[in-house]
Every structure is written in C-alpha cells, then in structure tokens.
C-alpha cells in the first residue's frame, strides 16, 4: 500500500511568482485536504476536496487554489507568491473521516 | 469557532521515564474527535491516538494513554517508558464530524527524551 506523496520536496521561488505542489493520495483514499505549516506553528486548514468537488475552505485567500483529479491526486496551486507565504505545505488524504494520512510535505521559501 | 491550546512549548524526559504533553480545546460540539499527532525531523504527521468524545473509556495504544476529561475540555497524552525515537514534535487536534472534517492543530510541544 503507498502512503501519501508529495512532490516537490522543497522549493524556492520569487516573490510574486506562482507555485504548483502536487500530491498522491494513499491507494483508495477519496478525500485530500491541505494544510499550511509556518516556522514554529501547528498546520492551518487551507481546503478540502471530495469526489473532485470543493467541499471545505479555511481562512485562506482566493490566490490559493486547488484541484483533485478523477485518479484523487492533488494540486495546490499558489498565485502572486508573499514572503509570509514561505511555509511546510501538507497534504493528507482519507477513506473516511478521522483516519488521516499525512505526506512529508514540500517545504517552500518565497525571497 | 474551535481552538486548541498547547501550553508546553517544549518539555524533556530522562529515557524510560513517563511524561505527560497537555491540551485544551474549546468546542460548543457534542460529537467530535481528539488526536495527538507526532512530527519528527522527517516531517510527516504520525497519528499516535484517537479518542472519540462520546467513548468514556480512555483511549491506549501501547506506551501511549490519554486522559480524556470532556467536562473540562482537556486531553493530555501520557508516554510512558520513554524512548529516544520519541523525541520528534506533538500535536494536538480537534475535529468534528459533518461538512469539512477539517483538523484543528495546537502550535505543538517539542519533546526531547535524554539518554
């Protein structure tokens, strides 16, 4: 069984630019969501997919935008890049509620 | 809106000792779920136990027990026989069932077990 991954590992790109993190989610899991992990703190909610539908968003900006595909990978895609946007982006995927598993995520810095 | 509250940035054990992380948190839920997560250099989020909040029973899983006290809203995580791979960073996280089963984390407690 494969655990979740995610790609890049780490990542370092330009203020105002734009990024794309991917992930795999475990072998039948359905739902992915993302979180966002800064230097010291505990992962903040970005949003959630099912089914490929939108179904959670937390108290992020429009320029944070996701996909899931027919296969329930993932794509965080980030527009107009902010230095406080440097950050360990997770990605965690489940069956069914409450049994979470979480990537090693890809660490970005934004300069 | 739910908030989870880690009062121990960071707390040390001698090997082979027990210690015990804490966590509040504040729901108006009745239904909802409790972990502790762990985080070592690796990064990745290793579920360490669960607790469901209409189950009295505390929850084990080997070395590791909750104490579970809903009235109070506390959930504190006791490792006993401590063991060096368990230095790593411990999250606590909140979830309620229904819409976005979206984890709630505490800004976590580094542990560092000493040999």
């Known amino acids: 069984e494969t655990g979740v991954t995610q790609s890049p590992t780490h990542l370092i790109k330009t203020r105002g630019q734009q990024v794309t993190l991917r992930c795999s989610s475990q072998?039948?899991?359905?739902?992915v969501s993302w979180y966002q992990q800064a230097l010291g703190q505990g992962p903040q909610f970005i949003f959630q997919?099912?089914?490929?539908?939108?179904?959670g968003r937390g108290n992020f900006p429009p320029r944070f935008s996701g996909l899931q595909f027919p296969n329930y990978s993932s794509e965080l895609n980030v527009n107009a890049l902010e230095l406080d946007d440097s950050a360990l982006y997770l990605c965690?995927?489940?069956?069914?509620?409450?049994?979470?598993?979480f990537g090693s995520g890809t660490r970005l810095t934004v300069v | 809106a739910q908030t989870v509250t880690q009062s121990q940035p960071e707390m040390s054990v001698q090997e082979a000792e027990t210690v015990t992380l804490s966590c509040t948190y504040d729901?108006?839920?009745?239904?909802?779920?409790l972990f502790w997560y762990k985080q070592p250099p690796s990064r990745q989020m290793i579920l360490v136990i669960r607790?469901?909040?209409?189950?009295?029973q505390n929850a084990t899983e080997n070395r590791f027990s909750v104490n579970f006290q809903k009235a109070a809203k506390s959930f504190s995580l006791k490792i006993s026989d401590s063991q060096l791979g368990d230095t790593a960073m411990y999250f606590c996280?909140?979830?309620?069932?229904?819409?976005?089963?979206?984890?709630?984390f505490g800004k976590g407690t580094k542990l560092t077990v000493n040999p």
């Open positions: 729901t108006s839920e009745n239904n909802y779920y």
């Open positions: 997919y099912y089914r490929e539908e939108e179904n």
């Open positions: 996280a909140f979830n309620s069932p229904g819409g976005s089963e979206k984890l709630v």
């Open positions: 072998s039948g899991h359905n739902t």
């Open positions: 965690a995927s489940s069956l069914v509620g409450f049994a979470w598993s």
């Open positions: 607790q469901e909040a209409y189950k009295q």
